[in-house]
């Protein structure tokens, strides 16, 4: 089993993915693009019907950091600093989340790393829903530094 499919499998079976029915349908094996998606079922459904909120955000959490870590390598710490999440528009049925990262994208971080100590970036998902309509938008900002020689 290749490592991608079991990276896959690991995050399809994480309990607080799992509980809310969130689904990697693709990880490319460069890890710069991944594909969520969660259907609407009665238990990540708010009072209203719609998806709850929280399960939503749960579909944007980890990913560009995951993304990150994976792509700048070993020598390079990536941390979760801040996140927030606007809510356009009920989100109903399946609902779904593309994440990308270019070449471009590493790169600059990677140059600025070069003159800099530590950096911010804020990277930015829209979660639809079946129309292509966007259902919210999350923003999360990103720590990133080089690791200590020692």
Known sequence: MTLKRRARMFLNSWPPFLGAGIRIKR??????????????RWWNANYVGTHYGGSLYSMA??????????NLGKDYIVWDKAASIRFKK????KVSASFRLSEEQIGEIKNALNS????ERVFTVEIKDESG????????????RKKDPA
């Not at 990880?27 to 609407?40: F, H, T, Y």
Request: charged share 25%; glycine share 4%; no cysteine.
């Open 116 to 119: 800099q100590a530590k950096i």
């Open 27 to 40: 990880l490319a094996s460069d890890w710069k693009e991944i594909d969520v998606e969660m259907k609407l």
């Open 133 to 144: 309509n966007v259902v919210a938008e999350v923003e999360k900002l990103l720590h990133v």
């Open 61 to 70: 959490d980890p990913f560009f950091m995951l993304m990150l870590i994976a």
């Open 90 to 93: 009920p989100g109903r049925g």
